[in-house]
């Protein structure tokens, strides 16, 4: 058996990570670490294919004796560190939840994986690995013409998001490069699939356009996101905690970079095929261009050639087979959508986020 660290398992990625692990290696336990904030849930943990190898623990990163105590108690030998506050409208109007799960969450857990790593030499074939996952967001926005990100752009952080994962990147890298500690990072672009919260664009565009709700579109909607399916991610991160170099960088991307106004457009075009005879078909005119996110990064494109050529991925799955399936998740799950727009703390979210952007039309 080989025992997995997740953290933040009960989130999106984390999640989807949890189901294909436990699907895909017949030798891995789980143990899930996740706070349960707002955005993680268990109900995303239901029907896992083996789930007398995976163990839930609610717990906070931030929380060192916690996180000392599942290292002594279970011989971990793989963290694969999602645990994070992940939204970047959120980022800007309470940076401090960032500052403290992400920078401090991130240090905590690399401070008891050392401690666990150095007290307990590796045997022969055993192997220990921390993987942390991070986004491409760390590098900042391109310009119009400028290359796709690749594992040697420089950080250029601009939201408060970006620069908690910046910090906490080179945290990890300088515990691989001080202590030793087999340490991977990966950075990917913005994933889509099922279990994602609504409150990111493609979640919410299709919560919103099956309950018959405006479609809100940031500034002029031509922002250049490079779209990645959480299953293809799932892959190759693991692929990356198997057979990637300590001390490496692999950037994962989807080879998808439509603008965001293109990506809601083929979203309401398959809402119109699900359900013709809803009232507010077809779903464009649900559209709605409302004012920009400060500080909004016009553009992200990741270069896959190091993750291809060296360790052999690419991802499977093109935007329209993504958002196909995707959409279909949600049509078949609406309780589960239905659940999360009851609770007052997300309608309070919208309330926040979107009553003072207006509608620009
Ligand atoms: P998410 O917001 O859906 O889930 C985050 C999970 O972390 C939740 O289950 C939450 O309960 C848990 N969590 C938050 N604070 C915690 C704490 N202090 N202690 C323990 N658990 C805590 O996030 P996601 O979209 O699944 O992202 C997962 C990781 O992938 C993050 O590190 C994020 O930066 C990275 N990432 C995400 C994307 C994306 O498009 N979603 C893209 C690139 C990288
Ligand atoms: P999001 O899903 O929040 O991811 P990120 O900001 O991490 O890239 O947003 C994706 C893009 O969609 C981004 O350019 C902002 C835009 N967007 C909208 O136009 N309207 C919305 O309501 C949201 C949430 C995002």
Redesign the pocket.
Known sequence: MQTVLV?????????NFVHYLLGAEPQARVIN?????????LE?LVDLPAPERHIFVQ????DAGLVESLFQQYEIQVVV???????VDRSIVDPGAFV???IQ?TYTLLEAARKAWSAAPQAPGRTFRFHH?????VYGALKPGEPAFSETTPYAPNSP?AAT?AASDHLVRAYGHTFGLPVTIS??????GPR??PE?LIPLMIANGLAGRPLPVYGDGQQVRDW?YVED?CQAIWTVVRRGVPGETYNIGGGNQPPNLEVVETLCAILDEYQPAAPYCPHRSLIQFVADRPGHDRRYAIDMTRIQQELNWRPSHTLASGLVKTAAWYLANQGWVRKIQQQESYQQWLARNYSQRGDMK
Not at 7 to 15: D, P
Not at 33 to 41: F, H, M, V
Not at 59 to 62: A, E, H
């Open positions: 953290t933040g398992g009960a989130g999106f990625i984390g999640s670490l996740d706070a349960l904030t707002y955005a993680g849930s995303n717990g906070d990163i931030c560190h999602f645990a994070a506050e992940t939204h403290r799960t992400n969450g996952v991070s986004t491409d967001e998001y994962k950075n990917c672009s913005n994933n889509y994602q919260y990111k990645l991610h």
